[in-house]
């Protein structure tokens, strides 16, 4: 049979390229007061808001500059960092006795691996449809058990942690050139008063700074005999003109 002859074409399944409809976006001015254009009403809205915030955000820190502390020393082996507050609970874990010391790698890798590692894994262990927490012990209880790890060892951390020291470790003093070659400084080099009180002299968390003290040089000498605060009697190790000697130099250290 030729083609034409006898056969009656009932259809095509097939839709040609050129009778597709164009992807035209839902129009929504049927719904007046309920959308907008994201360009640029939303995002000049958003800007807005943005710009509110930055500003105050630079008013408050010109009103109150951040505290800053003196320059950091890297031979003060008695300053006692502190991390931000939202680390403090890992901070506060590296101070038990089988998360630090020769156990740190437990404290600092593992503990924390796991914890985080289990909040990745959430989505894959559990997969039930429940959305009341009650209907999900699983999830809800481990959640439970983080938020109240990490606030009581934000908590421990903040009241075991001696503020008033860290305050004097790092209080800004005055700018004093110490002349390092002096038989004054290399008395104090050779005694333990380096240990607690730096070699710059600037103190740290359990010694104040030795420079433009408020004392006497008897006072000065008085005190490396009695001692104070925590600092041990009879601590000078010398002779009495020696003493007397570092006395003067500590004396002597005053801004101009």
């Not at 002859?5 to 259809?11: L, S, T």
């Not at 559990?126 to 959640?143: H, I, S, V, W």
């Not at 104040?208 to 041990?232: F, H, N, Q, S």
């Amino acid at each position: 049979m030729h083609r034409g002859k006898g056969m009656k074409f009932v259809g095509d399944s097939r839709v040609t390229a050129n009778n597709r409809k164009p992807n035209i976006p839902k129009d929504y001015s049927e719904y007046p007061g309920k959308t907008e254009a994201f360009w640029p009403n939303f995002l000049l809205r958003e800007w807005m808001v943005g710009a509110v915030f930055l500003v105050g955000f630079l008013i408050l820190t010109a009103a109150h500059p951040s505290p800053l502390e003196k320059v950091a020393d890297p031979t003060d082996t008695a300053y006692i960092p502190l991390p931000d507050w939202y680390f403090l609970f890992l901070y506060q874990l590296l101070k038990y006795t089988y998360a630090s010391g020769p156990y740190n790698i437990i404290g600092a890798l593992v503990i924390p691996g796991l914890a985080f590692g289990g909040l990745l894994l959430a989505p894959f262990i559990d997969r039930g449809p429940e959305r009341r927490p009650a209907k999900r012990p699983l999830a809800t209880g481990f959640m439970l058990l983080a938020v109240a790890a990490t606030i009581y060892l934000t908590w421990e951390s903040v009241v075991t942690h001696d503020w008033e020291a860290a305050a004097k470790q790092g209080e800004l003093v005055a700018d004093v050139e110490i002349d390092t070659e002096s038989e004054g400084y290399k008395l104090y080099e050779g005694q333990s008063c380096i240990t607690c009180h730096g070699t710059d002299m600037q103190g740290g968390p359990g010694a104040p700074a030795l420079i433009d003290v408020e004392l006497t040089v008897d006072e000065i000498y008085e005190i490396m005999d009695t001692g104070k605060g925590a600092m041990p009697a009879n601590a000078f190790e010398g002779s009495d003109e020696d003493q007397q000697l570092l006395a003067e130099f500590i004396d002597s250290l005053r801004p101009e």
